[in-house]
């Protein structure tokens, strides 16, 4: 069996959750199958792994068309595969292409939703007009479509009705404990900011309102004066997000000390310093799949505190991983709390519980990394996919 996997993001240029994702999928898939890589950007010294960058006659234009000439690219070059699998709406059309030019089966893996992401249209102006339209085409023809949580199974079916339900399966993201694992060392934590005798929550995402970092930052206000906050935060979304997240850790600093931002992206061996004596992970996204970097958190023995929204409910065992945030949201596709405030409190309510209590913190973590292990391992999701990629070409052949 030979499958094209079809992402953006691949080694070194990772920016997010599916760079991740790809990059681990890969890795466990090549063990028993042929998989050959189709990024985007410049070459790739790795084997079975090719790279398609934009034109030069569109170097100027808008992002959304600068993908579409890539994935034509790729789309021609998947020929002689049996199957085809994209990731993200970046490459869906050169899955969606190469499924009818070839006649072989697509399989897309969904790790967000245009129409739960109206803030990128900040970003794409009308391309996010292109992007939505790119997504739903092929998600709708898609021989199966492949959700990271089973939260993310109902969005897709409420944005797509269109869609068989059969079709759409839950395969979860995974965690490579080897590569996250705790690391003491507490003289870096300090050269990077990080007291390890005083209590700390540390936060790592990007600067996006899918993150909800500005809800955090008013929530930090709030909790007690010793508590630390490290924020490892940067590539934001659009100077308006920006200037929002850099005015309130402003004023935080004003107010009260250990209010660190750390903007640079950090190489993972100091992340797992970070959090390993981090006494809690926060992760306050108002819109979250799944969220792999709580699954890092955990594995680095970090409890994790989190929005109960998304595929976060299926990651954090509340009570006994770290506590889930309730947050009631509007239906506008936005993930906008109904009451900001009353999230605001309640974020830092479970945050102060967390740090009040360093040991039952400390077990929590604990208890994270076991269940990283137990239900998040890359083999068991290698496995599952092969399954989905049998079960599509067996239907085709039919």
Not at 63 to 71: P, Y
Not at 120 to 138: C, H, P, W
Not at 218 to 244: K, S, Y
Request: hydrophobic fraction near 40%; aromatic fraction near 6%; include cysteine.
């Amino acid at each position: 069996m030979r499958v094209d996997l079809v992402t953006k993001e691949y080694p070194p240029a990772i920016y997010g959750g599916a760079g991740v994702h790809v990059t681990e999928l890969v890795k466990a898939l090549r063990r028993s199958i042929e998989v050959q890589v189709r990024c985007f950007g410049q070459p790739r010294d790795e084997a079975d792994t090719t790279a398609y960058d934009v034109p030069a006659e569109l170097a100027d234009a808008n992002g959304a068309l600068q993908t579409l000439a890539v994935d034509l690219q790729i789309a021609d070059a998947v020929a002689g595969s049996d199957l085809v699998h994209s990731h993200t709406w970046y490459a869906n059309e050169a899955g969606r292409l190469a499924q009818e030019l070839h006649g072989i089966p697509h399989v897309v893996s969904a790790h967000s939703l245009e129409p739960l992401r109206p803030w990128k249209a900040e970003q794409l102006g009308g391309g996010y007009r292109i992007s939505s339209d790119i997504e739903r085409r092929a998600y709708e023809a898609a021989d199966r479509v492949i959700a990271v949580s089973n939260g993310m199974r109902a969005d897709i079916l409420r944005s797509y009705p269109a869609l068989d339900p059969e079709k759409v399966v839950t395969i979860y993201n995974g965690i490579d404990l080897d590569g996250w694992s705790p690391n003491v060392d507490a003289d870096r934590a300090r050269e990077l900011g990080l007291d390890p005798d005083r209590p700390s929550v540390v936060f790592v995402g990007r600067i996006t309102r899918q993150k909800g970092l500005p809800h955090l930052l008013r929530a930090a206000a709030a909790l007690p004066e010793d508590v630390q906050l490290i924020l490892c935060a940067g590539a934001p979304d659009t100077p308006e997000i920006m200037a929002e997240v850099k005015g309130l850790v402003q004023e935080l600093q004003q107010t009260r000390e250990g209010i660190v931002w750390i903007d640079e992206v950090l190489p993972r061996d100091d992340l797992r310093v970070l959090l390993t004596h981090a006494t809690t992970f926060v992760c306050p996204s108002v819109y979250e799949p799944l969220g792999i970097v709580n699954l890092e958190a955990m594995a680095c023995g970090a409890p994790v505190v989190g929005s109960a929204t998304g595929g976060i409910p299926e990651v954090i065992d509340d009570g006994v991983t770290g506590f889930l945030v309730p947050i009631d949201q509007v239906q506008d596709g936005t993930g906008t709390p109904t009451d900001p405030d009353r999230y605001v409190a309640d974020l830092a309510d479970a945050l102060t519980r967390m740090v009040a209590d360093p040991e039952a913190a400390r077990r929590m973590g604990e208890a994270g990394r076991r269940r990283a292990a137990e239900h998040f391992d890359w083999g068991r999701i290698a496995e599952q996919t092969r399954e989905v990629y049998a079960a599509v070409i067996a239907e085709r052949a039919r």
